[in-house]
Protein backbone atom coordinates (compact mmCIF):
# COMPACT_ATOMS: atom_id res chain seq x y z
CA UNK A 1 0.00 0.00 0.00
CA UNK A 2 2.86 2.46 1.07
CA UNK A 3 4.89 1.07 -1.86
CA UNK A 4 2.17 1.89 -4.23
CA UNK A 5 1.48 5.23 -3.05
CA UNK A 6 5.01 6.46 -2.71
CA UNK A 7 5.35 4.96 -6.62
CA UNK A 8 2.47 6.92 -7.62
CA UNK A 9 3.71 10.27 -6.17
CA UNK A 10 7.04 9.90 -7.76
CA UNK A 11 5.38 9.22 -10.94
CA UNK A 12 3.57 12.39 -10.72
CA UNK A 13 6.43 13.84 -9.66
CA UNK A 14 7.78 13.33 -13.26
CA UNK A 15 4.90 13.87 -15.15
CA UNK A 16 5.19 17.44 -13.12
CA UNK A 17 8.50 17.97 -14.69
CA UNK A 18 8.25 16.34 -18.49
CA UNK A 19 4.76 18.55 -18.63
CA UNK A 20 6.54 21.79 -17.11
CA UNK A 21 9.81 21.13 -19.46
CA UNK A 22 7.82 20.86 -22.79
CA UNK A 23 5.38 23.79 -21.92
CA UNK A 24 8.84 26.13 -21.12
CA UNK A 25 10.54 24.74 -24.31
CA UNK A 26 7.52 24.94 -26.66
CA UNK A 27 6.80 28.45 -25.62
CA UNK A 28 10.31 29.82 -26.01
CA UNK A 29 10.40 27.91 -29.23
CA UNK A 30 6.63 29.16 -31.36
CA UNK A 31 7.07 32.93 -32.52
CA UNK A 32 5.33 35.14 -30.38
CA UNK A 33 7.28 37.90 -28.09
CA UNK A 34 5.45 38.97 -24.63
CA UNK A 35 7.72 42.25 -24.54
CA UNK A 36 6.48 43.14 -27.62
CA UNK A 37 3.05 42.73 -26.55
CA UNK A 38 3.60 44.87 -23.77
CA UNK A 39 5.53 48.11 -24.76
CA UNK A 40 4.31 51.01 -26.58
CA UNK A 41 5.27 51.28 -30.13
CA UNK A 42 8.65 53.03 -30.68
CA UNK A 43 10.46 52.09 -27.61
CA UNK A 44 13.96 52.39 -27.66
CA UNK A 45 16.03 49.35 -28.46
CA UNK A 46 18.03 50.11 -24.90
CA UNK A 47 14.37 49.65 -23.24
CA UNK A 48 13.29 46.76 -24.79
CA UNK A 49 16.71 44.94 -23.33
CA UNK A 50 16.23 46.24 -20.09
CA UNK A 51 12.89 44.75 -20.03
CA UNK A 52 14.00 41.83 -21.18
CA UNK A 53 16.63 41.47 -18.62
CA UNK A 54 13.87 42.24 -15.93
CA UNK A 55 12.34 39.44 -16.87
CA UNK A 56 14.86 37.51 -17.48
CA UNK A 57 14.45 36.56 -21.06
CA UNK A 58 17.74 37.61 -21.90
CA UNK A 59 19.13 34.18 -20.45
CA UNK A 60 20.08 31.12 -23.11
CA UNK A 61 16.97 28.79 -22.45
CA UNK A 62 18.79 26.39 -20.14
CA UNK A 63 19.67 28.90 -18.06
CA UNK A 64 16.05 29.92 -17.92
CA UNK A 65 14.59 26.91 -17.43
CA UNK A 66 17.10 25.70 -14.29
CA UNK A 67 16.23 29.45 -12.92
CA UNK A 68 12.35 29.24 -13.00
CA UNK A 69 12.74 24.76 -12.09
CA UNK A 70 14.49 26.77 -8.49
CA UNK A 71 12.22 29.13 -7.94
CA UNK A 72 9.19 26.79 -8.60
CA UNK A 73 11.08 24.20 -5.91
CA UNK A 74 10.92 27.59 -3.96
CA UNK A 75 7.28 27.96 -4.10
CA UNK A 76 8.24 30.93 -6.14
CA UNK A 77 5.51 30.74 -9.51
CA UNK A 78 7.09 34.07 -10.94
CA UNK A 79 5.30 37.35 -11.76
CA UNK A 80 2.75 37.21 -14.30
CA UNK A 81 4.07 39.79 -17.25
CA UNK A 82 1.24 40.99 -18.93
CA UNK A 83 -1.07 41.23 -14.97
CA UNK A 84 1.95 42.37 -12.88
CA UNK A 85 1.25 39.98 -10.21
CA UNK A 86 2.48 36.71 -8.63
CA UNK A 87 1.27 34.02 -10.58
CA UNK A 88 0.65 31.39 -7.28
CA UNK A 89 -1.90 34.26 -6.20
CA UNK A 90 -3.19 34.85 -9.19
CA UNK A 91 -3.78 31.38 -9.60
CA UNK A 92 -5.30 30.77 -5.97
CA UNK A 93 -7.61 34.26 -6.57
CA UNK A 94 -8.84 32.27 -10.17
CA UNK A 95 -8.99 28.52 -8.99
CA UNK A 96 -11.72 28.13 -7.24
CA UNK A 97 -13.98 29.55 -9.58
CA UNK A 98 -12.92 27.22 -12.11
CA UNK A 99 -13.14 24.34 -9.33
CA UNK A 100 -16.59 25.17 -8.93
CA UNK A 101 -17.95 25.34 -12.09
CA UNK A 102 -15.69 21.72 -12.98
CA UNK A 103 -17.11 19.87 -9.72
CA UNK A 104 -20.72 21.41 -10.23
CA UNK A 105 -20.89 20.21 -13.87
CA UNK A 106 -19.32 16.92 -12.63
CA UNK A 107 -21.71 16.36 -10.25
CA UNK A 108 -25.16 17.02 -12.58
CA UNK A 109 -23.17 15.15 -15.17
CA UNK A 110 -22.92 12.02 -12.66
CA UNK A 111 -26.63 12.51 -11.69
CA UNK A 112 -27.91 13.00 -14.47
CA UNK A 113 -25.79 10.13 -16.14
CA UNK A 114 -26.58 7.87 -13.34
CA UNK A 115 -30.28 8.34 -13.38
CA UNK A 116 -31.06 7.80 -16.84
CA UNK A 117 -28.62 4.97 -17.04
CA UNK A 118 -31.05 2.92 -14.38
CA UNK A 119 -33.99 4.44 -15.69
CA UNK A 120 -32.84 2.97 -19.24
CA UNK A 121 -32.32 -0.53 -17.60
CA UNK A 122 -35.35 -0.14 -16.19
CA UNK A 123 -37.20 0.77 -18.78
CA UNK A 124 -35.85 -1.86 -20.98
CA UNK A 125 -37.99 -3.04 -24.11
CA UNK A 126 -40.33 -0.43 -23.64
CA UNK A 127 -41.27 2.77 -25.43
CA UNK A 128 -39.08 5.06 -23.46
CA UNK A 129 -35.62 3.27 -23.98
CA UNK A 130 -35.17 4.12 -28.02
CA UNK A 131 -36.27 7.52 -26.65
CA UNK A 132 -33.75 7.66 -23.93
CA UNK A 133 -31.19 7.04 -26.65
CA UNK A 134 -32.19 9.17 -28.96
CA UNK A 135 -31.40 12.16 -26.26
CA UNK A 136 -28.33 10.41 -25.44
CA UNK A 137 -26.96 10.38 -28.90
CA UNK A 138 -28.05 14.33 -29.41
CA UNK A 139 -26.51 14.90 -26.73
CA UNK A 140 -23.14 13.17 -27.48
CA UNK A 141 -23.08 14.67 -30.90
CA UNK A 142 -23.17 18.29 -29.53
CA UNK A 143 -20.24 19.18 -27.96
CA UNK A 144 -19.86 21.77 -24.56
CA UNK A 145 -19.31 25.11 -26.64
CA UNK A 146 -22.39 24.67 -28.97
CA UNK A 147 -24.70 23.54 -25.87
CA UNK A 148 -23.41 27.06 -24.20
CA UNK A 149 -24.13 29.09 -27.39
CA UNK A 150 -27.73 27.27 -27.63
CA UNK A 151 -27.89 28.01 -23.59
CA UNK A 152 -27.32 31.90 -24.59
CA UNK A 153 -29.89 32.07 -26.88
CA UNK A 154 -32.42 30.11 -25.01
CA UNK A 155 -32.07 30.97 -21.34
CA UNK A 156 -29.97 34.63 -22.22
CA UNK A 157 -31.87 36.31 -25.22
CA UNK A 158 -34.93 34.49 -25.58
CA UNK A 159 -36.60 34.06 -22.26
CA UNK A 160 -34.15 35.88 -20.32
CA UNK A 161 -34.09 34.06 -17.05
CA UNK A 162 -30.47 33.45 -16.10
CA UNK A 163 -27.23 35.98 -15.91
CA UNK A 164 -25.18 35.93 -19.32
CA UNK A 165 -22.05 36.84 -17.65
CA UNK A 166 -19.60 36.73 -14.93
CA UNK A 167 -19.63 34.88 -11.87
CA UNK A 168 -21.15 36.99 -9.49
CA UNK A 169 -23.60 40.28 -9.40
CA UNK A 170 -21.10 43.18 -8.59
CA UNK A 171 -23.80 44.86 -6.26
CA UNK A 172 -23.76 42.00 -3.73
CA UNK A 173 -20.47 41.96 -1.32
CA UNK A 174 -20.54 39.69 1.25
CA UNK A 175 -16.95 40.03 1.95
CA UNK A 176 -15.91 36.73 1.13
CA UNK A 177 -12.76 35.15 2.65
CA UNK A 178 -12.38 32.47 0.08
CA UNK A 179 -13.01 32.21 -3.20
CA UNK A 180 -15.30 29.46 -3.30
CA UNK A 181 -18.17 31.61 -3.52
CA UNK A 182 -21.05 28.74 -4.17
CA UNK A 183 -19.76 26.61 -1.20
CA UNK A 184 -18.72 29.91 1.48
CA UNK A 185 -22.31 31.41 0.62
CA UNK A 186 -23.54 28.33 1.45
CA UNK A 187 -22.06 27.53 4.13
CA UNK A 188 -22.86 30.86 5.44
CA UNK A 189 -26.50 30.51 5.01
CA UNK A 190 -26.08 33.95 2.57
CA UNK A 191 -29.04 32.51 0.34
CA UNK A 192 -29.30 35.45 -1.75
CA UNK A 193 -25.16 35.47 -3.14
CA UNK A 194 -25.64 31.89 -3.08
CA UNK A 195 -28.60 31.84 -5.52
CA UNK A 196 -26.80 34.28 -7.43
CA UNK A 197 -23.79 33.15 -7.62
CA UNK A 198 -25.80 29.55 -8.84
CA UNK A 199 -27.33 31.27 -10.97
CA UNK A 200 -24.51 32.69 -12.41
CA UNK A 201 -22.74 29.19 -12.93
CA UNK A 202 -26.35 27.20 -14.24
CA UNK A 203 -25.24 27.64 -17.94
CA UNK A 204 -21.80 26.96 -18.33
CA UNK A 205 -22.29 23.97 -15.67
CA UNK A 206 -25.37 22.62 -18.21
CA UNK A 207 -22.91 23.28 -21.07
CA UNK A 208 -20.54 21.16 -19.42
CA UNK A 209 -22.01 18.68 -17.73
CA UNK A 210 -24.35 17.52 -20.91
CA UNK A 211 -21.55 15.87 -22.96
CA UNK A 212 -20.17 14.22 -20.07
CA UNK A 213 -23.66 12.47 -18.64
CA UNK A 214 -24.19 11.34 -22.32
CA UNK A 215 -21.42 9.37 -22.09
CA UNK A 216 -21.79 7.88 -18.66
CA UNK A 217 -25.42 7.33 -19.89
CA UNK A 218 -24.04 5.34 -23.22
CA UNK A 219 -21.68 3.77 -21.38
CA UNK A 220 -23.35 2.69 -18.11
CA UNK A 221 -26.09 1.49 -19.91
CA UNK A 222 -24.74 -0.76 -21.76
CA UNK A 223 -22.69 -2.44 -18.76
CA UNK A 224 -25.52 -2.98 -16.33
CA UNK A 225 -27.28 -4.50 -19.88
CA UNK A 226 -24.46 -6.81 -19.42
CA UNK A 227 -24.47 -7.49 -15.70
CA UNK A 228 -28.22 -7.49 -15.70
CA UNK A 229 -28.20 -11.19 -17.28
CA UNK A 230 -25.76 -12.41 -15.01
CA UNK A 231 -26.22 -15.69 -13.02
CA UNK A 232 -25.53 -13.69 -9.57
CA UNK A 233 -28.65 -11.06 -10.70
CA UNK A 234 -31.08 -13.78 -11.76
CA UNK A 235 -30.52 -15.63 -8.00
CA UNK A 236 -31.33 -12.15 -6.52
CA UNK A 237 -33.91 -12.14 -8.57
CA UNK A 238 -35.31 -15.30 -7.21
CA UNK A 239 -35.03 -14.33 -4.29
CA UNK A 240 -37.67 -11.74 -4.80
CA UNK A 241 -35.83 -8.34 -4.89
CA UNK A 242 -37.40 -5.82 -6.92
CA UNK A 243 -35.93 -4.71 -10.28
CA UNK A 244 -34.80 -1.51 -9.20
CA UNK A 245 -32.60 -2.98 -6.39
CA UNK A 246 -31.40 -5.68 -8.49
CA UNK A 247 -29.84 -2.49 -10.42
CA UNK A 248 -28.68 -1.09 -7.46
CA UNK A 249 -26.93 -3.60 -5.20
CA UNK A 250 -26.42 -6.30 -8.07
CA UNK A 251 -25.17 -4.95 -11.37
CA UNK A 252 -24.07 -1.64 -10.83
CA UNK A 253 -21.41 -2.05 -8.40
CA UNK A 254 -20.14 -4.47 -11.36
CA UNK A 255 -21.18 -2.46 -14.24
CA UNK A 256 -19.99 0.81 -13.06
CA UNK A 257 -15.79 0.08 -13.40
CA UNK A 258 -15.72 1.30 -17.07
CA UNK A 259 -17.67 4.04 -16.72
CA UNK A 260 -15.63 5.38 -14.08
CA UNK A 261 -12.45 4.99 -16.00
CA UNK A 262 -14.08 6.96 -18.35
CA UNK A 263 -15.05 9.36 -16.60
CA UNK A 264 -12.02 10.32 -15.07
CA UNK A 265 -10.90 10.89 -18.52
CA UNK A 266 -13.64 12.89 -19.66
CA UNK A 267 -13.30 14.84 -16.24
CA UNK A 268 -10.52 16.15 -17.76
CA UNK A 269 -11.09 16.97 -20.89
CA UNK A 270 -13.80 18.93 -19.07
CA UNK A 271 -11.92 20.99 -17.32
CA UNK A 272 -10.15 21.59 -20.53
CA UNK A 273 -13.23 22.44 -21.82
CA UNK A 274 -13.46 25.28 -19.23
CA UNK A 275 -11.59 27.36 -21.20
CA UNK A 276 -13.71 28.06 -24.65
CA UNK A 277 -17.16 27.81 -21.71
CA UNK A 278 -15.91 30.42 -19.32
CA UNK A 279 -14.35 32.11 -22.07
CA UNK A 280 -18.10 32.53 -23.21
CA UNK A 281 -19.64 33.36 -20.27
CA UNK A 282 -16.57 35.76 -19.08
CA UNK A 283 -16.36 33.82 -16.41
CA UNK A 284 -13.56 34.74 -14.09
CA UNK A 285 -12.06 31.18 -13.86
CA UNK A 286 -8.32 29.95 -15.01
CA UNK A 287 -9.89 28.90 -18.71
CA UNK A 288 -10.74 32.34 -19.53
CA UNK A 289 -7.07 33.63 -17.84
CA UNK A 290 -5.45 30.95 -19.97
CA UNK A 291 -6.81 32.50 -23.04
CA UNK A 292 -5.67 36.06 -22.34
CA UNK A 293 -2.16 34.33 -21.08
CA UNK A 294 -2.00 32.58 -24.29
CA UNK A 295 -2.73 35.93 -26.13
CA UNK A 296 -0.48 38.35 -24.45
CA UNK A 297 2.42 36.15 -24.66
CA UNK A 298 2.74 35.78 -20.65
CA UNK A 299 5.10 33.26 -20.43
CA UNK A 300 5.62 32.72 -16.52
CA UNK A 301 1.63 32.92 -16.01
CA UNK A 302 0.89 30.07 -19.13
CA UNK A 303 3.31 28.23 -17.44
CA UNK A 304 1.94 27.84 -14.11
CA UNK A 305 -1.57 27.34 -15.68
CA UNK A 306 -0.30 24.53 -17.54
CA UNK A 307 1.21 22.98 -14.05
CA UNK A 308 -1.95 23.96 -12.75
CA UNK A 309 -3.89 21.66 -15.29
CA UNK A 310 -1.51 18.95 -14.76
CA UNK A 311 -1.95 18.63 -11.34
CA UNK A 312 -5.40 18.75 -11.94
CA UNK A 313 -4.91 15.63 -14.08
CA UNK A 314 -3.07 13.87 -12.02
CA UNK A 315 -5.21 14.11 -9.15
CA UNK A 316 -8.07 12.90 -11.17
CA UNK A 317 -6.67 9.97 -12.04
CA UNK A 318 -5.57 9.09 -8.51
CA UNK A 319 -9.20 9.40 -7.13
CA UNK A 320 -10.70 7.53 -10.14
CA UNK A 321 -8.09 4.72 -8.97
CA UNK A 322 -9.36 4.66 -5.07
CA UNK A 323 -12.46 5.03 -6.58
CA UNK A 324 -12.45 1.84 -9.24
CA UNK A 325 -10.80 -0.28 -5.61
CA UNK A 326 -13.53 0.58 -3.88
CA UNK A 327 -16.43 -0.84 -6.29
CA UNK A 328 -13.91 -3.55 -7.42
CA UNK A 329 -12.31 -5.97 -4.14
CA UNK A 330 -10.46 -7.17 -6.82
CA UNK A 331 -8.36 -4.34 -7.46
CA UNK A 332 -7.82 -3.50 -3.65
CA UNK A 333 -4.94 -6.14 -3.10
CA UNK A 334 -1.45 -5.63 -4.83
CA UNK B 1 -48.71 -38.68 0.81
CA UNK B 2 -48.94 -36.73 -2.39
CA UNK B 3 -46.43 -36.29 -4.17
CA UNK B 4 -44.59 -32.83 -4.03
CA UNK B 5 -44.38 -32.29 -7.89
CA UNK B 6 -46.26 -33.12 -10.70
CA UNK B 7 -45.58 -32.44 -14.34
CA UNK B 8 -48.52 -33.00 -16.74
CA UNK B 9 -48.19 -32.79 -20.26
CA UNK B 10 -46.18 -29.77 -20.19
CA UNK B 11 -45.37 -28.58 -23.46
CA UNK B 12 -43.63 -25.28 -24.46
CA UNK B 13 -42.50 -23.70 -27.51
CA UNK B 14 -39.55 -21.09 -28.59
CA UNK B 15 -41.72 -18.51 -30.64
CA UNK B 16 -38.87 -16.74 -32.54
CA UNK B 17 -38.06 -20.19 -34.07
CA UNK B 18 -41.07 -21.58 -34.36
CA UNK B 19 -40.11 -24.78 -32.42
CA UNK B 20 -41.82 -27.17 -29.90
CA UNK B 21 -38.99 -28.08 -27.18
CA UNK B 22 -40.98 -29.80 -24.79
CA UNK B 23 -44.03 -31.71 -25.95
CA UNK B 24 -46.04 -33.19 -23.04
CA UNK B 25 -43.69 -34.01 -20.71
CA UNK B 26 -45.00 -35.32 -17.60
CA UNK B 27 -43.04 -36.53 -14.47
CA UNK B 28 -43.75 -36.78 -10.53
CA UNK B 29 -41.51 -35.98 -7.22
CA UNK B 30 -41.71 -37.44 -3.88
CA UNK B 31 -41.15 -36.01 -1.12
CA UNK B 32 -37.51 -36.45 -0.34
CA UNK B 33 -36.74 -37.82 -3.44
CA UNK B 34 -33.77 -36.81 -5.78
CA UNK B 35 -34.99 -37.00 -9.51
CA UNK B 36 -32.40 -37.29 -12.29
CA UNK B 37 -33.15 -35.07 -15.20
CA UNK B 38 -31.01 -36.65 -17.95
CA UNK B 39 -30.65 -35.96 -21.91
CA UNK B 40 -28.18 -34.46 -24.03
CA UNK B 41 -28.19 -30.57 -25.00
CA UNK B 42 -31.58 -29.35 -26.35
CA UNK B 43 -33.29 -32.69 -24.83
CA UNK B 44 -35.48 -29.97 -23.01
CA UNK B 45 -33.78 -30.95 -19.20
CA UNK B 46 -32.65 -27.39 -18.62
CA UNK B 47 -35.96 -25.95 -20.03
CA UNK B 48 -38.29 -27.82 -17.76
CA UNK B 49 -35.74 -26.92 -15.12
CA UNK B 50 -36.68 -23.40 -15.61
CA UNK B 51 -39.97 -23.71 -16.22
CA UNK B 52 -40.38 -24.87 -12.22
CA UNK B 53 -38.10 -21.30 -11.26
CA UNK B 54 -40.30 -19.51 -13.53
CA UNK B 55 -37.24 -18.13 -15.06
CA UNK B 56 -38.27 -18.91 -18.94
CA UNK B 57 -36.31 -16.69 -21.43
CA UNK B 58 -38.75 -14.53 -22.85
CA UNK B 59 -38.77 -16.19 -26.49
CA UNK B 60 -40.20 -19.75 -24.53
CA UNK B 61 -43.71 -19.55 -24.30
CA UNK B 62 -45.67 -22.53 -22.47
CA UNK B 63 -48.21 -24.08 -24.67
CA UNK B 64 -49.76 -26.43 -22.49
CA UNK B 65 -50.01 -28.11 -19.63
CA UNK B 66 -49.85 -28.04 -15.58
CA UNK B 67 -46.76 -27.69 -13.24
CA UNK B 68 -48.04 -29.03 -9.47
CA UNK B 69 -46.03 -28.46 -6.71
CA UNK B 70 -47.68 -29.11 -3.61
CA UNK B 71 -51.04 -29.57 -4.95
CA UNK B 72 -51.02 -25.58 -6.79
CA UNK B 73 -50.61 -25.48 -10.07
CA UNK B 74 -47.44 -22.94 -10.22
CA UNK B 75 -48.41 -22.04 -13.87
CA UNK B 76 -51.58 -20.52 -12.76
CA UNK B 77 -50.84 -18.89 -9.28
CA UNK B 78 -51.16 -14.81 -9.42
CA UNK B 79 -47.69 -13.69 -9.47
CA UNK B 80 -47.35 -12.69 -5.75
CA UNK B 81 -47.59 -15.96 -4.23
CA UNK B 82 -45.46 -17.25 -6.98
CA UNK B 83 -42.82 -14.97 -5.61
CA UNK B 84 -43.31 -16.11 -2.04
CA UNK B 85 -42.51 -19.56 -2.82
CA UNK B 86 -39.61 -19.00 -5.32
CA UNK B 87 -36.43 -18.62 -3.98
CA UNK B 88 -37.73 -19.77 -0.56
CA UNK B 89 -39.56 -23.18 -0.72
CA UNK B 90 -38.49 -23.98 -4.34
CA UNK B 91 -34.63 -23.07 -4.51
CA UNK B 92 -31.77 -23.01 -7.11
CA UNK B 93 -28.18 -24.28 -6.73
CA UNK B 94 -26.66 -23.00 -10.23
CA UNK B 95 -24.56 -24.32 -12.47
CA UNK B 96 -21.03 -22.04 -12.49
CA UNK B 97 -20.01 -21.09 -9.25
CA UNK B 98 -17.73 -19.20 -10.94
CA UNK B 99 -20.66 -16.43 -12.37
CA UNK B 100 -23.69 -17.52 -9.40
CA UNK B 101 -21.95 -15.35 -6.78
CA UNK B 102 -21.54 -11.52 -6.82
CA UNK B 103 -18.00 -10.13 -7.05
CA UNK B 104 -18.41 -7.56 -5.75
CA UNK B 105 -20.45 -8.15 -2.23
CA UNK B 106 -19.41 -9.89 0.57
CA UNK B 107 -20.11 -13.74 1.11
CA UNK B 108 -22.32 -12.72 4.26
CA UNK B 109 -24.54 -10.32 2.19
CA UNK B 110 -25.09 -12.61 -0.64
CA UNK B 111 -26.21 -15.75 1.97
CA UNK B 112 -28.11 -13.61 4.23
CA UNK B 113 -30.09 -12.04 1.65
CA UNK B 114 -33.26 -14.27 1.61
CA UNK B 115 -33.14 -14.90 5.62
CA UNK B 116 -33.51 -11.07 6.09
CA UNK B 117 -35.87 -10.05 3.22
CA UNK B 118 -38.28 -13.58 2.87
CA UNK B 119 -37.97 -14.30 7.03
CA UNK B 120 -37.50 -10.61 8.25
CA UNK B 121 -34.24 -12.04 10.50
CA UNK B 122 -32.33 -9.24 11.99
CA UNK B 123 -28.23 -8.87 11.02
CA UNK B 124 -27.12 -11.01 14.05
CA UNK B 125 -29.63 -13.46 13.90
CA UNK B 126 -28.90 -13.88 9.99
CA UNK B 127 -25.39 -13.95 10.57
CA UNK B 128 -25.74 -16.74 12.98
CA UNK B 129 -27.94 -18.20 11.27
CA UNK B 130 -25.40 -18.11 8.13
CA UNK B 131 -22.41 -19.46 10.32
CA UNK B 132 -24.31 -22.22 10.75
CA UNK B 133 -24.83 -23.05 7.54
CA UNK B 134 -21.60 -23.06 6.39
CA UNK B 135 -20.89 -25.63 8.94
CA UNK B 136 -23.16 -27.75 7.43
CA UNK B 137 -21.72 -28.03 4.35
CA UNK B 138 -18.18 -28.24 5.58
CA UNK B 139 -16.25 -24.77 5.51
CA UNK B 140 -13.64 -24.14 7.76
CA UNK B 141 -13.17 -21.37 9.61
CA UNK B 142 -16.51 -19.74 8.46
CA UNK B 143 -16.23 -16.34 10.09
CA UNK B 144 -13.47 -16.17 7.85
CA UNK B 145 -15.55 -17.10 4.86
CA UNK B 146 -18.64 -15.06 5.68
CA UNK B 147 -16.39 -11.82 5.29
CA UNK B 148 -14.74 -13.02 1.90
CA UNK B 149 -15.50 -12.06 -1.20
CA UNK B 150 -15.99 -14.38 -3.78
CA UNK B 151 -12.57 -14.19 -5.65
CA UNK B 152 -10.97 -15.07 -2.31
CA UNK B 153 -12.48 -18.68 -2.75
CA UNK B 154 -11.77 -21.63 -4.94
CA UNK B 155 -14.49 -23.16 -7.30
CA UNK B 156 -15.16 -26.06 -4.77
CA UNK B 157 -15.83 -23.60 -1.71
CA UNK B 158 -18.07 -21.17 -4.03
CA UNK B 159 -20.54 -23.96 -4.65
CA UNK B 160 -20.77 -25.16 -1.12
CA UNK B 161 -21.57 -21.60 -0.46
CA UNK B 162 -24.37 -21.77 -2.99
CA UNK B 163 -25.56 -25.41 -1.55
CA UNK B 164 -25.52 -23.23 1.49
CA UNK B 165 -27.75 -20.20 -0.14
CA UNK B 166 -29.85 -22.86 -1.75
CA UNK B 167 -30.96 -25.09 1.62
CA UNK B 168 -31.18 -21.58 3.76
CA UNK B 169 -34.56 -21.20 4.25
CA UNK B 170 -35.23 -24.83 4.88
CA UNK B 171 -36.66 -25.12 0.97
CA UNK B 172 -38.99 -28.54 0.10
CA UNK B 173 -37.54 -28.50 -3.68
CA UNK B 174 -34.34 -27.98 -5.20
CA UNK B 175 -33.35 -27.59 -8.13
CA UNK B 176 -29.85 -28.26 -9.11
CA UNK B 177 -28.59 -27.24 -12.67
CA UNK B 178 -25.58 -29.18 -13.60
CA UNK B 179 -24.19 -28.00 -9.75
CA UNK B 180 -20.99 -30.18 -10.86
CA UNK B 181 -20.24 -29.46 -14.43
CA UNK B 182 -17.82 -26.45 -13.47
CA UNK B 183 -16.03 -28.49 -11.21
CA UNK B 184 -12.73 -30.75 -11.33
CA UNK B 185 -13.21 -34.76 -10.72
CA UNK B 186 -12.49 -34.52 -7.55
CA UNK B 187 -14.56 -31.88 -6.22
CA UNK B 188 -17.42 -33.33 -8.04
CA UNK B 189 -17.83 -36.05 -5.88
CA UNK B 190 -17.49 -34.45 -2.18
CA UNK B 191 -20.10 -31.57 -3.80
CA UNK B 192 -22.17 -34.89 -5.09
CA UNK B 193 -22.16 -36.23 -1.65
CA UNK B 194 -22.36 -32.96 0.71
CA UNK B 195 -25.90 -32.42 -2.28
CA UNK B 196 -27.28 -35.77 -1.02
CA UNK B 197 -26.59 -35.28 2.87
CA UNK B 198 -28.16 -31.79 2.44
CA UNK B 199 -31.17 -32.80 0.87
CA UNK B 200 -31.34 -36.21 3.18
CA UNK B 201 -30.75 -34.08 6.71
CA UNK B 202 -33.68 -31.52 5.47
CA UNK B 203 -35.67 -34.29 3.58
CA UNK B 204 -35.73 -32.23 0.57
CA UNK B 205 -36.93 -33.26 -3.13
CA UNK B 206 -34.22 -32.64 -5.79
CA UNK B 207 -34.62 -32.40 -9.12
CA UNK B 208 -30.98 -33.02 -10.50
CA UNK B 209 -30.19 -31.77 -14.19
CA UNK B 210 -27.64 -33.16 -15.72
CA UNK B 211 -26.28 -35.22 -18.93
CA UNK B 212 -23.68 -37.49 -17.20
CA UNK B 213 -25.11 -40.84 -16.25
CA UNK B 214 -22.29 -41.37 -13.76
CA UNK B 215 -23.60 -38.83 -11.51
CA UNK B 216 -27.26 -39.49 -11.73
CA UNK B 217 -25.88 -43.20 -10.64
CA UNK B 218 -24.09 -41.35 -7.43
CA UNK B 219 -27.03 -39.37 -6.46
CA UNK B 220 -30.48 -39.97 -7.82
CA UNK B 221 -33.38 -42.26 -6.87
CA UNK B 222 -35.34 -42.27 -9.76
CA UNK B 223 -34.27 -41.44 -13.53
CA UNK B 224 -36.05 -39.35 -16.44
CA UNK B 225 -34.52 -39.16 -19.68
CA UNK B 226 -35.40 -36.63 -21.88
CA UNK B 227 -35.06 -36.82 -25.88
CA UNK B 228 -36.08 -33.85 -28.02
CA UNK B 229 -38.23 -32.45 -25.80
CA UNK B 230 -40.21 -36.10 -24.77
CA UNK B 231 -39.79 -38.54 -22.35
CA UNK B 232 -37.93 -41.34 -23.14
CA UNK B 233 -37.81 -43.26 -20.59
CA UNK B 234 -38.41 -43.17 -16.49
CA UNK B 235 -38.06 -45.21 -13.41
CA UNK B 236 -36.07 -45.55 -10.73
CA UNK B 237 -32.35 -45.60 -11.02
CA UNK B 238 -31.00 -49.09 -10.33
CA UNK B 239 -33.54 -50.26 -12.36
CA UNK B 240 -33.37 -48.54 -15.17
CA UNK B 241 -29.46 -48.54 -15.18
CA UNK B 242 -29.31 -52.16 -14.87
CA UNK B 243 -32.66 -53.37 -17.24
CA UNK B 244 -32.84 -50.21 -19.56
CA UNK B 245 -35.98 -50.47 -21.53
CA UNK B 246 -35.09 -48.45 -23.93
CA UNK B 247 -32.53 -49.12 -27.16
CA UNK B 248 -31.74 -45.57 -26.73
CA UNK B 249 -31.00 -45.65 -22.76
CA UNK B 250 -29.19 -49.12 -23.07
CA UNK B 251 -26.69 -47.04 -26.21
CA UNK B 252 -26.39 -43.99 -23.56
CA UNK B 253 -24.86 -46.15 -20.92
CA UNK B 254 -22.72 -48.29 -23.04
CA UNK B 255 -21.64 -45.09 -24.10
CA UNK B 256 -20.25 -44.14 -21.00
CA UNK B 257 -16.42 -44.60 -20.41
CA UNK B 258 -15.33 -47.24 -17.56
CA UNK B 259 -13.41 -46.76 -15.21
CA UNK B 260 -12.96 -50.11 -14.38
CA UNK B 261 -11.96 -51.35 -18.19
CA UNK B 262 -10.13 -48.74 -19.31
CA UNK B 263 -9.02 -51.26 -22.75
CA UNK B 264 -12.67 -51.21 -23.66
CA UNK B 265 -12.86 -48.08 -25.61
CA UNK B 266 -15.60 -45.59 -26.47
CA UNK B 267 -18.87 -46.23 -27.51
CA UNK B 268 -21.07 -43.42 -29.03
CA UNK B 269 -24.76 -44.43 -29.80
CA UNK B 270 -25.17 -46.02 -33.05
CA UNK B 271 -26.87 -43.87 -35.57
CA UNK B 272 -29.54 -46.14 -35.99
CA UNK B 273 -30.61 -45.91 -32.55
CA UNK B 274 -30.78 -42.41 -32.86
CA UNK B 275 -32.72 -42.21 -36.19
CA UNK B 276 -35.52 -44.92 -35.10
CA UNK B 277 -36.31 -43.05 -31.67
CA UNK B 278 -36.16 -39.87 -34.01
CA UNK B 279 -38.90 -41.51 -36.16
CA UNK B 280 -40.84 -43.25 -33.74
CA UNK B 281 -40.67 -39.65 -31.54
CA UNK B 282 -42.02 -37.67 -35.33
CA UNK B 283 -44.90 -39.88 -35.49
CA UNK B 284 -46.00 -39.92 -32.17
CA UNK B 285 -46.08 -36.35 -31.55
CA UNK B 286 -46.89 -34.98 -34.76
CA UNK B 287 -43.40 -33.12 -35.20
CA UNK B 288 -40.05 -33.50 -36.13
CA UNK B 289 -37.48 -34.36 -33.51
Known sequence: MIVSVINRLVVAAITLVGVGAIVFVLLRVVPGDPIAMMISPGASPADIAALRARYGLDADLATQFWMWLKALLSGDFGMSISLRRGVLSLLAERLPATLELAFAALALAVALGLFLAVLGTLARRTVCEPLIDALNGLALAVPDFVWALALVLAFGVFVPVLPLSGRINPSIDEGFVTHFYLIESLLRLKLTAFADVASHMAMPVIALGLPLAAVIVRLLKEALKEAMVQDYVLLARLKGMSELRLILQEALRNAIGPTLALTGVQFTFLIGGTVIVERIFSYPGIGNMAVDAVINRDLPLIQGLVLMFGLIFILVNLAVDALAAFFNPRLRHG | ?289
Do not use: W
Request: net charge neutral; aromatic share 2%; hydrophobic share 40%.
Open chain 2, 1 to 289: MSPILTIERLSARVQSRDQEILSKVSLSLERGEVMGLVGESGAGKSTIGKALLGILPRDVVITGGAIRYDGRDLLALPARERRQLLGAEITLIPQDPQTALNPGRRIEAQLTDGLRMKRGLSGTQAHDKALALLEEVHIREPERVLAAYPHELSGGMRQRVLIAAAFALEPRLVIADEPTTALDVTVQKQILRLIRSMQEAHGTAVVFVTHDLGVVAQICDSVTLLYGGTVIEAGPTANMLVHPGHPYTRALIDACPRYDRPDAGLHPVPDGVISAMRRDLSQRYGRPV
